[in-house]
């Protein structure tokens, strides 16, 4: 079950990310000695990896993975892995093996073939392969980059992508099962382009995003714009 949580602002939606991540990251470590994360691209996720990236963390313990990425050369600007090193891994102390790209320019089938080798050989004997997965949304209901009308077998650890409605057409993204296979799933949703898909999630509408299902917490955090209604203080929160 998703939990939905509006925030004021955007930034507040970030902020409150950053705090949700922080706590995992602790807890994890504290239990496993090792905090597990899935990144996301968008400009909501980057504004929370600048927060993290003025934090003096335990990042030594931090492992870091991809939802999805494009099929781009390394090194270009389009890519979810260069945003994420350039707002926040390039500027903390995360050993660079501790950060795992999925090699996308290799091509979908390779890219997938290599990524879902690697988080094979990282499972877990007991409890979730990720302690969190960080997820946007998309205008048309998307996720990672399971785009509506197109198959996604749930068997497969990281899918092969072609004919994407966004450019560029071929990409790699972690499957649906996959990105569920955590303690914490985070969608951070902003902006008033994002309120139809919203509205249709919260309808029961088959959306991609609505077939993320964690195995432990799920949480969908908007501001107001997102959500369609003006904030309003929980005075529980």
Same mark, same amino acid.
């Given at each position: 079950?998703?939990? $939905?949580?509006?925030?004021?602002?955007?930034?507040?939606?970030?902020?409150?990310?950053?705090?949700?991540?922080?706590?995992?990251?602790?807890?994890?470590?504290?239990?496993?000695?090792?905090?597990?994360?899935?990144?996301?691209?968008?400009?909501?996720?980057?504004?929370?990896?600048?927060?993290? &990236?003025?934090?003096?963390?335990? $990042?030594?313990? $931090?492992?870091?993975?991809?939802?999805?990425?494009?099929?781009?050369?390394?090194?270009?600007?389009?890519?979810?892995?260069?945003?994420?090193?350039?707002? $926040?891994?390039?500027?903390?102390?995360?050993?660079?093996?501790?950060?795992?790209?999925?090699?996308?320019?290799?091509?979908?089938?390779?890219?997938?073939?290599?990524?879902?080798?690697?988080?094979?050989?990282?499972?877990?004997?007991?409890?979730?392969?990720?302690?969190?997965?960080?997820?946007?949304?998309?205008?048309?209901?998307?996720? &990672?980059?399971?785009?509506?009308?197109?198959?996604?077998?749930?068997?497969?650890?990281?899918?092969?992508?072609?004919?994407?409605?966004?450019?560029?057409?071929?990409?790699?993204?972690?499957?649906?099962?996959?990105?569920?296979?955590?303690?914490?799933?985070?969608?951070?949703?902003?902006?008033?382009?994002?309120?139809?898909?919203?509205?249709?999630?919260?309808?029961?509408?088959?959306?991609?995003?609505?077939?993320?299902?964690?195995?432990?917490?799920?949480?969908?955090?908007?501001?107001?714009?997102?959500?369609?209604?003006?904030?309003?203080?929980?005075?529980?929160?």
């Amino acid at each position: 079950m998703m939990q $939905w949580k509006t925030r004021p602002t955007a930034l507040a939606v970030a902020e409150y990310a950053r705090d949700r991540i922080v706590e995992a990251a602790e807890a994890a470590i504290a239990a496993r000695g090792e905090f597990r994360i899935v990144l996301a691209g968008g400009g909501t996720p980057e504004a929370c990896y600048g927060l993290l &990236a003025g934090m003096a963390l335990e $990042w030594s313990a $931090w492992q870091v993975f991809f939802g999805d990425e494009r099929c781009l050369p390394p090194g270009d600007a389009e890519r979810n892995s260069r945003m994420a090193a350039a707002a $926040w891994l390039d500027r903390v102390a995360i050993p660079a093996g501790n950060v795992r790209p999925i090699p996308a320019e290799a091509g979908p089938e390779a890219g997938a073939r290599h990524y879902g080798a690697l988080l094979e050989g990282l499972r877990r004997p007991q409890g979730p392969l990720f302690d969190v997965v960080l997820l946007g949304l998309g205008e048309d209901g998307h996720t &990672a980059s399971l785009f509506p009308g197109q198959a996604h077998p749930p068997g497969p650890l990281a899918l092969p992508v072609h004919d994407a409605p966004k450019p560029p057409p071929e990409r790699v993204s972690l499957s649906a099962g996959t990105l569920g296979d955590c303690r914490l799933l985070l969608f951070l949703v902003t902006g008033a382009g994002k309120r139809d898909a919203v509205a249709r999630w919260r309808a029961g509408e088959a959306i991609p995003a609505a077939g993320i299902r964690p195995l432990r917490a799920g949480e969908v955090v908007l501001d107001p714009a997102a959500d369609g209604t003006p904030w309003v203080r929980n005075g529980a929160e």
